[in-house]
């Protein structure tokens, strides 16, 4: 069974970094694009930064230059990772993982982890 787990959220003040992660297991395939997303009060669920597995990224406008996703590929379980700088408050959101497994062929979500940017 697919999980994903994830960490690292919290508080933390406009300017600062705050890194995420996520582990994701129980395909036996492993995983393609994994990425985060985030979701904002009263606003549709966006894009963050995605990485296949091949190692190529895309990432949304707004966080280029201050976010940078990596991933390490384990035997049993992926780790992603999410690094982010020069917090504004308007990163402040519930950031998801989503993971595509290869042996169903379906995407998977975490549990969502909140980060809050705010003096």
């Known amino acids: 069974q697919v999980q994903l787990v994830e960490s690292g959220g919290g508080l933390v003040q406009p300017g600062g970094s705050l890194r995420l992660s996520c582990a994701a297991s129980g395909s036996a395939f492993g995983f393609g694009a994994m990425g985060w997303y985030r979701q904002a009060p009263g606003k549709q669920r966006e894009l963050v930064e995605r990485i296949f597995s091949g190692g190529s990224t895309n990432y949304a406008d707004s966080v280029k230059g201050r976010f940078t996703i990596s991933r390490d590929n384990a035997k049993n379980t992926v780790l992603v990772y999410l690094q982010m700088n020069s917090l504004k408050p308007e990163d402040s959101a519930v950031y998801y993982c989503?993971?595509?497994?290869?042996?169903?062929?379906?995407?998977?979500w975490g549990q969502g982890t909140q980060v809050t940017v705010s003096s």
């Open positions: 989503n993971a595509f497994a290869l042996y169903s062929g379906r995407n998977y």
